[in-house]
């Protein structure tokens, strides 16, 4: 494979972390712009009256000047998003708590001589501290930011709460981890139909994509399968706060209802012609690319090539076994991707595209490897770039759900290539464009 073709990966552009705070705190602060212009009522000065003449009175004594009261002015109703962002600040508050606390608790290594990271290899052991002190430092991002949007539409963010996080050895420490990256992904999936405003929208993708690509690599390190789904599992405000509250000591408020009664529909849809079908044939159009990749890539290599693959020759055996079936279920989960959009199209009164004939470039398994990891992240820019433009609500949780499965695929992909598994606090959005030129790139015929 060229370095033109790896250069077009979305990631490989990635910028320093904090170039990513930065740019986050401004997609934000966009979004509370745009809620803020949204909640100011109506605009103009009020009319002012020019003074007039004093009127001559027949009365000999002056008469008391009556002083108008003035009507109370009715507060703005609060910006509908600042509930789902208080939910997600609530559960970000608690996984910038848990990092800050754990490192303070124990030191780089003893955290990579783990127990429970005995089996692996010392490159992955050695990676282990610096990978979760940068979702750490992601957290605490995602904290400034959400705040600061709260406060830009009009809210109060919740504060930091107490936590017993329950964790006394390293090894359960990672665990943990696990647990609440992955209570963080179902929590952001389940929330986001609630969000009204697409640039609020656009950063909540944005941040669900890089908790499941932390998610995915905790899963990895302890032991379990990075993306267990192929479409990642909602789950309800009830349902997280069981979770969570297990870890909160302190008294908190309980979370707003994400959609109340009087609170207004979502409008999702971008202000343009393309349509929930034409929106789900892009994604078609990439899933048949990543299924056809990997059916052909699993044709063309036997396990023992792949688990041998140069690229992965500093990992042990632990991590190197497990390659092959990981593979495969990445291929079984774009494969359902396809025969799921297809079917909705279907049901849609649209036709479905069909797969094309490719060229994905690759003469080695470590370069399939490169290949995968490509079009992993290509994928998931792709479905943060089109969060806003579904109107069908049931087309858009399943997206929702897919997306983060792309982020997990991809965390996983990084790291065989030994490159960061989150490379940055917030996944960046690519146009249809944009995608469209990278994966043009590996169609031969259409």
Known sequence: MTDSRRSSNATDDATSDRFTRRRFAGTLA??????????????????????????????????????????????????????????????????????????????????????????????????????LALAGEHEAAHVDAIAATIEDLGGTPVEEAEYDFGYSTPSEFLATAGALENTGVAAY?????????????????????????????????????????????????????????????????????????DEPTADRKADNDVSDVDVLNYALTLEHLENAFYREGLETYSDDELMNASVLSDYGETLRMTVPDRLRTAGEHEAAHVSAIADTVDQLGGTPVEEATYDFGYSTPSEFLGV???????????????????????????????????????????????????PMAVDEPRTMDEVVEIAGQFIVEE
């Not at 669900?208 to 995915?216: I, L, P, Y």
């Not at 995968?372 to 943060?384: D, I, K, Q």
């Open 189 to 261: 999936t389940g929330a986001a139909a609630a969000i009204k405003q697409n640039a609020v929208l656009g950063a909540a993708a944005g941040i669900q994509s890089v908790e499941a690509r932390h998610a995915s690599f905790l899963n990895l390190i302890n032991g379990e399968m990075p993306y267990p789904n192929a479409v990642e599992e909602a789950a309800s405000v009830d349902e997280i706060f069981e979770i969570a509250g297990q870890f909160i000591t302190s008294d908190v408020s309980s979370p707003a209802p994400l959609d109340g009664e």
């Open 30 to 131: 966009a979004a509370g712009a745009v809620g803020i212009a949204g909640c100011s009522g109506a605009g103009g000065d009020a009319a002012t009256e020019e003074p007039t003449e004093a009127m001559d009175t027949p009365m000999d004594t002056p008469t008391e000047t009556e002083t108008e009261t003035a009507e109370p002015t009715e507060e703005p109703a609060p910006n509908p998003d600042v509930d789902v962002l208080n939910y997600a600040l609530t559960l970000e508050h608690l996984e910038n708590a848990f990092y800050r606390e754990g490192f303070d608790e124990f030191s780089n290594d003893e955290i990579m001589m783990a127990d429970s990271l005995s089996e692996f290899s010392e490159t992955l052991r050695m990676q282990v501290p610096e990978y």
């Open 372 to 422: 995968a990891r490509a079009l992993e992240n290509t994928g998931v820019s792709a479905y943060a770039g089109q969060a806003g433009t579904v109107a069908n609500d049931q087309v858009f949780g399943a997206a929702v759900g897919i997306h983060a499965v792309e982020a997990r695929h991809a965390s996983f992909l990084n790291e065989l290539n030994v490159e960061s598994p989150f």
